[in-house]
């Protein structure tokens, strides 16, 4: 009863913060003991107990995505007014695209998150001439608590990326001028300590291969000319630059390492920006309501 009376200002968050609840509800139990409601034993023997959520399997179809609406349309409405008001929401889900995503995560998840040493799979799927968000799948299974399935790695993870920010790399060098041909040196390099590099950067195979394009580079996913291209085109710049292809800002300054997946992304943020390449550049924010009526 405390931990209900506790989370009726903000259900929704406290639904997804046990933490921040446990909080609110052991204040409420030390009100109620100061007020004379309830014995100190009583109050030690709530405080001590462990919230434990079981939802109701409700929501078959989507889940994840049902839950993504839902909270922006509580952040809009109000949770309140959600829940009473009737509304008919048009989303920009495609359902035939989405039973197959949520397939192939399944399958192909079960099949190979052990040989990656993982525990979950995801998908998203973007129209890119839209931002119109067309499958997402957060979790190989919404209802699987080993793997906490209802978190949405899509929408609310953070993951490093790796080697794919290396086009937004060389395409802020193109806007400053240099050109797919533009050669640089590919040779072990001691980068100065205040690019964000600590000693010398090798390619993934230790390979080197001298003069070569901007274009070879991109194309063999070298990492020696990805730095030297972030250098020319500056931290901070690189760090603007990725901003407007929707990336949130990066919590430091990674230094030249940014270009190698040092830091982390938010998958849909990743998948947009991707989206914007396929696109010629145009980004778009990514959409997942088209329509709210009122019946």
Do not use: C, W
């Amino acid at each position: 009863s405390a931990s209900l009376a506790a989370m009726l200002p903000q259900p929704s968050f406290y639904l997804k913060n046990i933490d921040a609840l446990t909080s609110r509800r052991n204040t409420v139990l030390r009100l109620m003991r100061e007020q004379g409601y309830i014995s100190e034993e009583e109050r030690s023997m709530a405080a001590s107990s462990s919230l434990v959520f079981d939802r109701a399997r409700g929501i078959v179809n989507a889940p994840h995505f049902v839950v993504r609406v839902t909270n922006e349309l509580n952040d809009q409405f109000g949770e309140r007014v959600v829940d009473t008001s009737g509304y008919k929401v048009i989303t920009t889900l495609d359902f035939d695209k989405q039973l197959i995503a949520e397939k192939i995560v399944k399958e192909l998840g079960d099949t190979f998150v052990k040989e990656a040493r993982a525990n979950n799979a995801a998908l998203v799927s973007i129209d890119p001439k839209t931002g119109q968000i067309l499958t997402l799948v957060g979790s190989r299974d919404f209802y699987n608590k080993d793997i906490n399935g209802q978190y949405d790695i899509i929408s609310q993870g953070r993951r490093q990326p790796g080697s794919s920010l290396k086009p937004f790399v060389y395409l802020a060098a193109f806007e400053r001028g240099f050109t797919p041909e533009t050669v640089l040196y590919d040779v072990n390099t001691d980068f100065d300590l205040r690019a964000g590099v600590n000693g010398v950067v090798h390619n993934a195979n230790r390979k080197e291969y001298g003069l070569i394009t901007m274009r070879s580079a991109l194309q063999g996913s070298l990492n020696i000319p990805a730095e030297k291209t972030m250098y020319l085109v500056g931290s901070k710049e690189t760090h603007d630059f990725l901003g407007r292809f929707g990336y949130s800002p990066f919590q430091e300054d990674l230094g030249l390492s940014l270009v190698l997946g040092g830091g982390v992304v938010n998958p849909l943020e990743h998948a947009a920006a991707y989206a914007a390449l396929a696109n010629n550049g145009g980004y778009f924010k990514p959409v997942s309501i088209l329509k709210v009526e009122n019946e």
